[in-house]
């Protein structure tokens, strides 16, 4: 397999999860700037979208879009608990969680990360993030991870958009259950190995 991906960006979230599953994969970098391979190849001739990530197969398929990518990768390896069993309630519940983070979380920091959004309307979105993140600390109250004692792959990508709280001047501090799920997932070997191959842990 081989994973596109984009340093920091959300494909941080399936390169975790590959590392957790034990898979071997190839990592590829996309830069969302150029939309060029290190060999010069044009990104959008792999992905006519331009974003990452992007898991292609063995066989050629390929698979966009991250809450899929994750769930894909975990359902090679059921043995590793990454996501309950299909057809349970548990998944859908996963499947919430991913649905949540993409469309209240990933995506209200688009705006932040545009330069020609005024910065009065990233005050706006900067507001609704902090009431959002407030709910998911809440929701952590009493649980190592969102579905409970055990990682499942919405952690990754939960982890992967909260760091990005820093850079966009989001103070987490008084969300303490959040703070402290991040130093756990920190902690994971997996995410390290991950952070480590993007450059982004010495």
Known sequence: MKLYYSTGAC?????????????????????????????????????????????????????????AIVQYIADQVPAKHLAPANGTLPRYQLQEWLTFIGTELHKSFSPLFNPAVAEEAKGVFRDKLKARLQWVDGQLAGKSYLMGDDFCVADAYLYTVSR???????????????????????????????????????
């Open 11 to 67: 494909s941080l979230s399936p390169h975790i999860v590959l590392r957790e599953s034990g898979l071997p994969f190839e990592l590829v970098l996309a830069s969302t700037k150029t939309h060029q391979l290190p060999d010069g190849t044009d990104f959008y001739s792999i992905n006519s979208l331009g974003y990452v990530p992007l898991l292609e197969l063995d066989d050629g398929t390929r698979l966009r879009e991250g809450p």
């Open 164 to 202: 990005w709280c820093g850079v966009m001047k989001i103070d987490l501090a008084p969300m303490t259950h959040l703070v402290a799920f991040q130093h756990r997932m920190l902690a994971r070997p997996a995410v390290r190995e991950a952070l480590r191959a993007e450059g982004l842990l010495k």
